[in-house]
C-alpha cells in the first residue's frame, strides 16, 4: 500500500486536458515537502517530469504542470497527446519514515 | 549526458543475496553533492524507494527492508552497488539505479527528486 494516494486511471481525447491528483498526509505533503512527478512510458524506466512541485527539467514541454496545495498535489497535462499515454507517478519525503522518499501507487494515462 | 546502467544476476535463489552495481558515465560520482539510489519495481505494480547513499556516505533505507539491505559506492570506479540479503519471491522486481538531486527548500525542508535513471534490470527470485 502506498503512502501517496493516485487514482488508478484517468483517460482523455487528444487535445484535452486531464490532470492526476496525489493525496498525502500531514507527514508529507501536508507538512510542506515537495512533490516529484515522473512518467515512465510502456517498457522504459521512469522520467522526471516536475521537480520541486512545479519545475519542469530542460526538454519538458510546458503542456506539464505540477501545483500543490495541503495535503495533495496534482499534475496537469493539457493538449493531450496519443505519446503521453503512460503510468504517471508522484514522490514525495515523509519526515516520519527516515529519510524514505515515498511514492504514489501509480496513474494510467490512457488516451482515447 | 549522465548514463546509468545496471548490472549483476538476474536470478537469485530464494534466501541467496542480490548483488546489483549500477556504472555511472558522462560524469564523475565525485562532481557535486549528489546522492545514488536503488528504487525497485514489482512486475505489473509501482515504484518502491529502497534506499540511497547520500554524498557524505551516510545510507538510508526503506524500513521494511532495514537489515537485509545495504548499499555501498566506490568512487574510485565510478559505481554503486545494491546487496539484498535473504531473498524471497517477494523480491522479485526491476531494480532501477538512479541520481538523487536533493535541496533544502525555502523553509528549510529536505527534499530530493531522482533525475538521472538507469534502464532498469529484472531480477527474479526462484529456485
Known amino acids: 500500500q502506498s503512502v501517496l494516494t493516485q487514482p488508478p486511471s484517468v483517460s482523455g481525447a487528444p487535445g484535452q486536458t486531464v490532470t492526476i491528483s496525489c493525496t498525502g498526509s500531514s507527514s508529507d505533503i501536508g507538512a510542506g515537502y515537495d512533490v516529484h512527478w515522473y512518467q515512465q512510458l510502456p517498457g522504459t524506466a521512469p522520467k522526471l517530469l516536475i521537480y520541486?512541485?512545479?519545475k519542469r527539467p530542460s526538454g519538458v514541454p510546458d503542456r506539464f504542470s505540477g501545483s500543490k496545495s495541503g495535503t495533495s498535489a496534482s499534475l496537469a497535462i493539457t493538449g493531450l497527446q496519443a505519446d503521453d499515454e503512460a503510468d504517471y507517478y508522484c514522490q514525495s519525503y515523509d519526515r516520519n519514515l527516515s529519510g524514505s522518499g515515498v511514492f504514489g501507487g501509480g496513474t494510467r494515462l490512457t488516451v482515447l | 549526458q549522465l548514463q546509468l546502467q545496471e548490472s549483476g544476476s538476474g536470478l537469485v535463489k530464494p534466501s541467496q543475496t542480490l548483488s546489483l552495481t549500477c556504472a555511472v558515465s558522462g560524469d564523475s560520482m565525485s562532481s557535486g553533492d549528489y546522492s545514488w539510489s536503488w528504487i525497485r519495481q514489482p512486475p505489473g505494480k509501482g515504484l518502491e524507494w529502497i534506499g540511497y547513499i547520500y554524498h557524505g556516505g551516510t545510507t538510508y533505507y526503506i524500513p521494511s527492508l532495514k537489515g537485509r539491505v545495504i548499499i555501498s559506492r566506490d568512487k574510485s570506479k565510478n559505481q554503486f552497488s545494491l546487496k539484498l540479503t535473504s531473498v524471497t519471491a517477494a523480491d522479485t522486481a526491476v531494480y532501477y539505479c538512479?541520481?538523487?538531486?536533493?535541496?533544502?527548500?525555502?523553509?528549510?525542508?529536505?527534499?530530493?527528486?531522482?533525475?538521472?535513471w538507469g534502464q532498469g534490470m529484472l531480477v527474479t527470485v526462484s529456485s
Open positions: 538512479a541520481r538523487v538531486g536533493s535541496y533544502y527548500d525555502s523553509s528549510g525542508r529536505f527534499s530530493y527528486y531522482f533525475d538521472y
Open positions: 520541486g512541485n512545479n
